[in-house]
């Protein structure tokens, strides 16, 4: 018996085993029906078809250089502000001290992202790249989201493709996909409108991946966002990588409202993790790989994912400070082991990838 009740859902179930592209519409019933297995079903199709039952992991770190910020995001906790975290920014002897804090994992990538720190001059990210480099020769470096990659060429003064040529031979090997946020003009306006508006983000990522430069994209939901806001952004996001094939991961990202302007939003349910997850299955069918971000949506929940669309968990992380408190809270990180008894008990095959996706160990 197909496990849909809601009729609706059928025409979308014959595109679905067809390999038909949905439709605008069709996302914003997605979204709509209160069948979430139904759409989750759906998902798992799309996801089983193109990995079976790989789900794959990466030991991986993050490392936040600094969380000086000029652009007053409504919905960010991380960067320092007052009676909010204490400013900082590392310098290269406390990025060596913190790559080194791990040497005994065999990492293979390093995930960097910072504030939009005004001051910081070109060099300094050239020598961040540098300086994990020298510390972990053979680990692929992920960092600078497009925000940041603007950031850079400004201070850098001169065009994208000499930045980003520059900091290729630094280290550099692939990009984040931080900082799109949704891609509304409305909610750029009310929200982050110091960052980078929907067409500027996606001209950055166009120039990156035209560059050679794989990156991931993300979705921030939970806050005021609309369905159709949520749809328009997978939509432009189908377009983008119909041009350009860049992306290589789709990750929905849950909001977390303590310690934000938007404090009043209600938390994030597990219903909208799994929803979110296989709606950008559905709709996003041109990129590979869908992620349920364990730290953001909890390791149980993220469980759940893997048969509602999602084929990666992300890592063994080691720090993550955007969504938490690095002096109060405890330490957000999975073993190996952890990791794989996670993938195992929820039924799926655990594939240890590096960045690109090539499979390390199954």
Not at 43 to 58: F, I, M, P, Q
């Amino acid at each position: 018996m197909l496990p849909i009740r809601d009729e609706r859902l059928l025409p979308l179930h014959e595109k679905v085993i067809d390999g038909r592209r949905l439709s605008w519409d069709d996302g914003i019933l997605l979204y709509e029906t209160d069948d979430l297995n139904g759409v989750g079903h759906m998902a798992n199709l799309v996801r089983e078809r193109k990995h079976g039952g790989r789900t794959y992991w990466v030991r991986n770190q993050h490392l936040n250089y600094t969380n000086v910020c000029n652009k007053l995001c409504r919905f960010c906790a991380f960067y320092a502000k007052k009676d909010g975290p204490t400013a900082y920014t590392l310098s290269m002897p406390e990025v060596e001290e913190r790559i080194r804090a791990h040497l005994d994992i065999p990492i293979t990538e390093i995930h960097i992202v910072g504030g939009i720190h005004p001051r910081l001059p070109y060099s300094y990210y050239l020598d961040l790249l540098q300086t994990v480099r020298g510390v972990r020769p053979d680990a692929h470096i992920k960092a600078f989201t497009m925000i940041e990659l603007q950031q850079i060429q400004l201070v850098a003064d001169k065009s994208m493709d000499e930045v980003l040529a520059d900091l290729r031979d630094a280290g550099l090997g692939s990009l984040p996909g931080g900082g799109v946020e949704v891609l509304s003009d409305r909610l750029h306006t009310e929200l982050f409108d110091r960052k980078l508006d929907g067409d500027e983000w996606l001209e950055t990522a166009r120039t990156a991946h035209n560059a050679g430069f794989r990156s991931n994209v993300t979705m921030l939901y939970g806050h005021v966002e609309r369905p159709e806001e949520r749809v328009e952004h997978m939509v432009r996001i189908r377009e983008l990588q119909d041009e350009t094939g860049g992306f290589l991961t789709f990750i929905p990202l849950s909001f977390h409202p303590e310690n934000t302007d938007l404090r009043h939003c209600p938390p994030p349910t597990g219903q909208d993790d799994l929803r979110n997850i296989a709606v950008g299955r559905l709709m996003l069918d041109n990129v590979d790989h869908i992620k349920s971000f364990w730290i953001m949506n909890t390791a149980p929940i993220t469980q759940v994912a893997l048969w509602y669309g999602a084929d990666d968990t992300d890592g063994t992380i080691q720090e993550y400070e955007v969504t938490r408190d690095a002096e109060t809270d405890t330490r957000q990180a999975l073993t190996r082991a952890q990791l794989v008894e996670m993938i195992s008990d929820a039924g799926r095959e655990p594939v240890e990838r590096d960045t690109l996706y090539n499979v390390i160990a199954a």
